[in-house]
T-cell receptor, first 112, second 114 residues
Framework: GAGVSQSPSNKVTEKGKDVELRCDPISGHTALYWYRQSLGQGLEFLIYFQGNSAPDKSGLPSDRFSAERTGGSVSTLTIQRTQQEDSAVYLC??????????FGPGTRLTVL | KQEVTQIPAALSVPEGENLVLNCSFT??????LQWFRQDPGKGLTSLLL?????REQTSGRLNASLDKSSGRSTLYIAASQPGDSATYLC?????????????FGTGTRLTVIP
């Protein structure tokens, strides 16, 4: 596709369940970011992948959050044992060299 | 930690009016600053990017300024249109090594009334 895609667009889950969010970056983009946008708050950086380098996980809020990027392309953000405060829109972005990102439409996660 | 603040949180103006959105940041050691537009259910669209060495950037009816020493940026929208209604986000990218991630403000929700 021409842009960054994310799936699912909406996810409703029960507290305590695990969820996986997927991001398909623009082909050839080496950098990939995950952000989350909670209600009334600004976008918050979660994790950054750049090529084959070790990811920067400095923004992950707890060890329940993890992400991987397979083959330098698709990325999956996993949240284990979801809590209500995890409810947010999760945005993925990709770029050629870590600058001027293109953002996906986001996944709206609701934890009941 | 970099803190980005946007004022006002919401703004409603009649069509045709010129307006200014404000952004301030606490750490002046930035690499660049971007203004984004966010529409409901859609991702972010980059409007303007100002490098730390620049003072302003223009695109059509939009003009963004940067005063890095005072930690401020403004987005000027001329002759506003209903289609400009959206949330406008300011974001700064930190300098130096590391993730080069963006630090975002909470946004200004703009409504342009026909």
């Amino acid at each position: 596709g021409a842009g960054v895609s994310q799936s699912p667009s909406n996810k409703v889950t029960e507290k305590g369940k695990d969820v996986e969010l997927r991001c398909d970056p623009i082909s050839g983009h080496t950098a990939l970011y995950w952000y989350r946008q909670s209600l009334g708050q600004g976008l918050e950086f979660l994790i950054y992948f750049q090529g084959n380098s070790a990811p920067d996980k400095s923004g992950l809020p707890s060890d329940r959050f993890s992400a991987e990027r397979t083959g330098g392309s698709v990325s999956t953000l996993t949240i284990q044992r979801t809590q209500q405060e995890d409810s947010a829109v999760y945005l993925c972005a990709s770029s050629l060299a870590g600058f001027f990102e293109y953002f996906g439409p986001g996944t709206r996660l609701t934890v009941l | 930690k970099q803190e980005v603040t946007q004022i006002p949180a919401a703004l409603s103006v009649p069509e045709g009016e010129n307006l200014v959105l404000n952004c301030s940041f606490t750490d002046s050691a930035i690499y660049n600053l971007q203004w984004f537009r966010q529409d409901p259910g859609k991702g972010l669209t980059s409007l303007l990017l100002i490098q730390s060495s620049q003072r302003e950037q223009t695109s059509g009816r939009l003009n963004a300024s940067l005063d890095k020493s005072s930690g401020r940026s403004t987005l000027y929208i001329a002759a506003s249109q209903p289609g400009d209604s959206a949330t406008y986000l300011c974001a700064v990218r930190r300098g130096g090594t590391g993730a080069n991630n963006l630090f975002f403000g909470t946004g200004t929700r703009l409504t342009v009334i026909p």
